[in-house]
DNA sequence: TTGACAAACCTCGGTCATCTATGTATATTA
DNA sequence: TAATATACATAGATGACCGAGGTTTGTCAA
């Protein structure tokens, strides 16, 4: 099923760091990666990816390298840092509060 | 706890229509009521809730009418119609879909 | 009675995340 | 050798939400 776009706001940065903290990615394969997890509900785009991974690398949640692949293409692997996982913790809580407080809403479980 | 306005977006009229499934309502009511149900967690501006309205009307998915409450203001109420109802059903799943590919991302229930 | 405040509605302009479109370069495959 | 997939990148457009401002009406205390 086709999700719309805005529900993806918000959500993106902590489904990258997600990926990173099992091990470490290049983009290109962050976004194969990503839609195969979602059953290609997540389609990230290059467009959106790239710039992410600049700002956090610029805000220290990740480290680059860059190393030659097999086929002898040259490949930035981004590592997530110490901080990295931090952030990661907290986003993962505020991702829960807030899906928690949505089905509250929706599912209207608090009086009426 | 704070929730980072981006992940707001794209579930707003999810709730502001779940709210109007279960009676009819005026903005400034709905403003209080998605605060209460959901903890504080979401705080909607005016400034947001009345452009979404007018939308909503003018998609046909709910209808205005005027009443004099008790206190002799006039308040604009709003009720959804079938085709909100139906809408509101769509992004029900399109929200249950969204977060479950979310989690399954970030908690990798999915292989490595 | 007047001044402050809450209720109730509204709009305009800005911000920010994401996408579209485009560009580059290299490796693989037909 | 031409097309396709890989791999990275950026600039401009889009769209949701907010901030800031404004208006009117009712209530309540000084």
New binding site residues.
């Given amino acids: 099923m086709k999700i719309d ?2 529900l ?6 902590l489904m990258v760091l997600s990926l990173l903290s099992r091990k470490e990615m ?4 962050m976004i194969t990666e990503l839609a195969r997890r979602s059953d290609h509900t997540f389609e ?5 990816l ?5 700002t956090l690398e610029a805000d220290g949640l990740v480290t680059v390298r860059e190393k030659e ?1 097999e ?3 040259v ?3 981004y590592r997530i840092t110490r901080k990295g996982l931090k952030v990661l913790e907290e986003k993962k809580v505020e991702w829960n509060t807030f899906t928690e407080k949505v089905n509250a809403v929706v599912c209207g479980t608090s009086p009426a």
């Fill in positions: 776009k805005s993806m706001t918000g959500s993106t940065t290049y983009g290109y394969q990230l785009k290059e467009g959106t790239y710039p992410i991974l600049h692949a086929t002898g293409r490949r930035k692997y």
